[in-house]
C-alpha cells in the first residue's frame, strides 16, 4: 500500500478505489451514490483498515449494514450529501452494584465483541469491563464482569491450538471460584469450539457459555446485547454446569436458547437465530431474565466439583465429506502424512462408494482410525442396513451414532490428544462423554 | 468364501455366523433369538447375498425391519420358533386401462426399485411394468407405464458417468413423446443426480420427476408406493417442466412434495420426510390426488419444447469443506492432479482461514476455478461483510449467492463439462440456469 493511503480523507483507499473517489470529490465520512452494474447503493463512505485491497468502497447504508463493493472502471460515483460524523463514543457507564455473582468473559474475538472503530475503519474489541458496561448497562444487574481479550480473531482463523488456551484459560477461571465463564467467539466456527470445550472441560461445577453474535453491534437489528446478556445471565445462575452455546431462538428478541456444545450447529449464514440443536432438544431457554430447563437429563451446578483438565488436540486428523466420483486416494495421502484419524461425512446412512473399499482397509490396517458420521445433519449412521455399511463395519470403520460430523472431528482430535494408543482412541470415541451422542433422536 | 456358503440351509453364511447358526440348530428362516452384550435380538433367519461378510446375521424383526448383527464370540443364538416362508409371491396385476398418458420409469437401483428376495438373500429390482403394477396397483389408473431398469446400484456408486447415461436415457424418452419421466434412485445421492439432471435437461417440454424411498417396501412403514404413485401422477400431469424430487412432506402418508432438483438435499438419515427444500418453497404438493402448484415462478408444461440435451460432466472437480486447522496444501495437490475447478465450503458468510489465502491465490493464477459456498447450509455467503471474505473475491474466488454446496460442485463439473474456456466455465457458473440461484432466502 502506497502512502496515499495515509492521507486523512481517504484512509485506506488506494488504487482503483481511491482514483473513484478523488474523481467524485468524496472523502471519508460523505455521503454517496455508487452506481454499478445497473445496482445503485447510497451511503456513508467507511474508512478502511490496513490490509485493504485497491478496489472495494466501503459504505455504511442508511440500514446501519455496511456494505462493500467492488469498483470497476466503470462504475460511476456522485457525492450526494455532507459528511456524517462516525466517531465512536460510548456513553459513561453506570456504577457496578455490590454482592452479585461474578463471571468471567473471556474474548476471542468475532462480530460480538467489536465495534468498527471508525476512526482507523480497524475492527477494534471493545471488551474491557468498563466498556461493556457503557454499551449494555444491564450487564450490572445481572454480575460482577471481570472482562478479558485473550484473542481478537475471526473465528475461522482459529485452530486446536487456540482451543487449548481457551481450556487453559476458562479452568482458571473455574479455579479461582467464578460462578461461571462467557467465552465471546466469531459464530462461524463456534460449535466446533464449543465441541472442544466439552471435552476439554470436564465434570465441570460451574457453567461455561459460549456467544456470539449475527450482526454487530453498531446495527440496529444487533443480537449483540441480548446474547451477551442471556450468556452472563446463564454463567452467573443456570442450574446446569456444562459448556453451551447461547444464542436467539427465533428472529424475535424474545428468548435465547442454550445449545449443548456437542450438539450445535450454524445452520444459517446470517439469521439471528442461526444455531440450531441438531437431534436433541436444547438444554435452556431464557425468557424474560428468567432460565427454564428443557431437560432433566443435564449435569447440576455444584461449586465443590472439581474441573478436571484434558486441554490436548491432536490436528493430524482430517473430516472428508464424500461426494459422487470422490477419488479415494485422499485417504492414502493422510495417512503418508502421517494423519492419525479421519473421519468420513458418509452419504444416509454412513456410506461411501464400494470403491472405497479396498483404500479403506489398506487405511484400517495402517492402525488410522477411520470413524463414520453423516452428510444428512439429522439422524443417526446405521450400518447395518446396507450391505456397503456392513462392509465398512467389517474392515473396522467406527459408526458414530448421531454425533455431528464436525463434533465428531473434534473428539477425534481430542481423543487422539489424549492418548497414543489407537484401541483406547477408539475407546474414548465410542464413549458419550459429554452428551454427543444421543440414544433416540427428538425431532428434526 | 467356501462351499459352504451354498449350503440352503445357511444360504450366504460363512465363518462365525455360521458356526454360531449351527451351533443352535437354526436354519435360514428359522425364529431365533441373539443375546449379545446383554440386548436381545428376535427375528426370522434371512439369506445372505454372495458377497456376505463372516460375522454377521441378519434377521427381520416383527416390525419387518432387517437388523445386521455382528457375532462375537461372546454372542448367543437360540432357535425361538418355527420356519416363516419367506418366498416373494407378488399377486397378479390388474388389467391395464387405455388412454391414460405414457410415463417412463426409469430405474437405477435403490430401496425403492426392489424387494429382498428371500430365496437368495440378494437385493433384486422388481421393476418390470408389470410387477410394478402387481405391487402398486393404483398406478394403473393414472398412466399407462413403460418400465427399464437403467441399473442397479446403491446411489453412493453411481458417478458422474451415470449422470451422462441417466440424462441420455430421459432424453430419448421425452424426444420419443412421454407424457413425463420418473426416475427410481437411491436416496443417498438423489440430491445430487438432481441437480446434474436439471443442468443436463435443459428446455424440459415436460417433468422429469425424481422418486426414493427412506423404507424398502417390504416394511409395513415403506413410503415406496405413496411416492411412486406421487411421482407418477406429477410426471402425467403436473403443470411444470422442471427436474424434481417426489418424497414425503412429512412423515404422515398425506402429502407428497416436490422440491426443485437444484434446491433439494437430503437432511435426515432415515426419515420418510427426509429431502428438504433449502432456502425456497417446494415447486408443488401432491394431496388426495391433487397437483397444487406452490409458486409461480416455474417453467410450464409444453409438449412442442425441444429439449436441449447437455449431458456431459468434467469429473476433476472437488468439494472441499473446510474445518479448523484444515491443511490449504490439498488446494495445491488437487491442481497438480489436474483438477480444474474446486468448491469450497466454508464457514458462515463464505470464509475460510487466512492461512489459505496464499495457496488460494496461486491456485487461482493456475486458471483453476475456486468457487465459494457455506457449510450452513440455509442462508447465502456474502464475501462482501468481512475482510477475510473481501480479500477472497479480490483473489478471484466466485461468490455463489445461495447455491447448495453439493448443487456448486455437480453445476462446475457440468460447466467445466460444456466448455474447456475457464472464463466461460466462470461466466455459466454465476448464471442462473436452473433456479440454482435463489434472489431471495424466504425460510429456514
Redesign the interface.
Known sequence: MGRQGLDKRFLGYTGLALEKLKEAGAEVEDHIRVTKDGITYEGIVIPR?E???E??IVIKLRSGY?????TTPTTRIEKIGPKTKLAFNPPPPPPQKIGLPEVAIVSTGGTIASRVDYRTGAVRPAISANDLYSIIPELSDIAVIDAEILFSL???????AH?TKIAENVSKRVTDGVAGVVITH????MG??AAALSFALQNLPVPIILVGAQRSEDRPSSDAATNLIGAVLCAAKAPFAEVAVAMHESISDESIILHRGTKVR??????R??FKSINVDPIARIRDRDIAMLTDDYCERDPRRELILKPGFD?KV?????????EPE?IR?LGDKGYRGIVL???????????WLQLIRETVERRIILAMT?Q???????M?????G??L??IGVLALGDMLP?TA?VKM?WALGETRDADEAKRLLQTNIAHEISERTVK?
Chains 1, 2 share one sequence.
Open positions: 483498515s490490509r485493504a485491497d478496489r472495494h455496511n456494505i462493500g463493493i467492488e475471526f473465528s475461522e482463523d482459529l485452530t486446536p482451543w466469531g459464530t462461524d466456527t466446533y469450539t450454524k445452520c444459517h449464514t446470517s439469521r437465530d442461526a490436528e482430517a473430516l472428508l465429506k464424500f461426494y459422487p466420483s470422490m485422499i495421502s461425512e458418509g452419504t444416509g446412512l454412513g456410506h461411501v462408494s464400494r470403491r453423516s444428512c445433519i439429522w439422524g443417526r449412521v446405521n447395518n442396513v446396507y450391505e456397503n456392513r462392509d463395519l467389517a464436525e472431528l482430535m428434526m
